[in-house]
T-cell receptor, first 115, second 109 residues
């Protein structure tokens, strides 16, 4: 089945540890995105990538890093510099024009809790 | 600066009630306005609006856009408990989507 797979679904970490969230898609989409969602809030864009080996910062990139070495993969690392990392993280992918028509495919999310 | 604001932030109703959710926006180079429903995890697409005054309808849900006053509304009639979710409004900005704050709707029997 085509889709986006995020892992792990739930993750607990101690303060000060780096954490990497996985996002894999088999939709052959060029564009991939990482969003963060806090309770009672909408989605805020962390990083996005339109093509392999290239990515751009979103609105809240501080304390995060990404890579795009393969078209199907866009892992997100939450570093110790992120002051409040506990949140729900959503990965999405689309065709280059998919954002205009709402054709954004989301993964099931990863819930990170920092103790 | 581009922004998308939704209201109310939270809404609690009983089954059978009708609700209206609001999304106001300021964005350069408007292309479309999108509505999503998020029940537990991944948001699912509801509507895409591009023209003022043309209602989009799907069952008990409908939505309309006003490009002069820069807002959209999402109506849900005869609400059911299955409508309980966060409803998100989003607009394309360059090559990405910016989302509003969301409205959390809770429908009680």
């Amino acid at each position: 089945d085509g889709g986006i797979t995020q892992s792990p679904k739930y993750l607990f970490r101690k303060e000060g540890q780096n954490v990497t969230l996985s996002c894999e898609q088999n939709l052959n989409h060029d564009a991939m995105y990482w969003y963060r969602q806090d309770p009672g809030q909408g989605l805020r864009l962390i990083y996005y990538s339109q093509i392999v080996n290239d990515f751009q910062k979103g609105d809240i990139a501080e304390g995060y890093s990404v890579s795009r070495e393969k078209k199907e993969s866009f892992p997100l690392t939450v570093t110790s510099a992120q002051k409040n990392p506990t949140a729900f993280y959503l990965c999405a992918s689309s065709t280059p024009t998919g954002v205009n028509t709402g054709e954004l495919f989301f993964g099931e999310g990863s819930r990170l809790t920092v103790l | 600066e581009d922004k998308v604001v939704q209201s109310p932030l939270s809404l609690v109703v009983h089954e059978g009630d009708t609700v209206t959710l609001n999304c106001s926006y300021e964005v350069t180079n408007f292309r479309s306005l999108l509505w999503y429903k998020q029940e537990k995890k991944a948001p699912t697409f509801l509507f895409m609006l591009t023209s003022s005054g043309i209602e989009k309808k799907s069952g008990r849900l409908s939505s309309i856009l006003d490009k002069k006053e820069l807002f959209s509304i999402l109506n849900i009639t005869a609400t059911q408990t299955g409508d309980s979710a966060v409803y998100l409004c989003a607009l394309p900005r360059s090559d990405k989507l910016i989302f509003g704050t969301g409205t959390r709707l809770q429908v009680f029997p």
